[in-house]
Nanobody, 123 residues
Framework: QLQAYGGGLVQAGGSLRISCVACGGTFKMYSMGWFRQAPGKEREFVAA????????NYADSVKGRFIVSRDNTKNTVYLQMNNLKPEDTAVYYC??????????????????WGQGTLVTVSS
């Protein structure tokens, strides 16, 4: 089971770090991804990180602003979000996929999903 947390309200230009912890399991050798869904829009890829943490993938819209990382000793993956914009407002979901090194940006490649955490960026 995946649990995402750390969302909240932040002003434009600010920063926020959200986390996702694997409960009841380690998802060992799984790559982890972050997706988001804004009101009235489809869920979209944000970022992904390989099991070893040496490969990352980012959507163009967040490249240079967001950083995905993981701490396998804590079964946790992080998304550091900097220079936030109002268009980053969304529910953010974490997901796990059995890729080890790949970091796909396709939603249906991932097997397990967290419940989401809401990030609201005010202008």
């Amino acid at each position: 089971q995946l649990q995402a947390y750390g969302g909240g309200l932040v002003q434009a230009g600010g920063s926020l770090r959200i986390s996702c912890v694997a409960c009841g399991g380690t998802f060992k050798m799984y790559s982890m991804g972050w997706f988001r869904q804004a009101p009235g829009k489809e869920r979209e890829f944000v970022a992904a990180v390989s099991w070893y943490g040496d490969t990352t993938n980012y959507a163009d819209s967040v490249k240079g602003r967001f950083i995905v990382s993981r701490d396998n000793t804590k079964n946790t993956v992080y998304l550091q979000m900097n220079n936030l914009k109002p268009e980053d407002t969304a529910v953010y979901y974490c997901a796990a996929g059995p890729f080890t090194r790949a970091t796909p940006d396709v939603e249906n490649e991932y097997d397990y999903w967290g419940q989401g955490t809401l990030v609201t960026v005010s202008s």
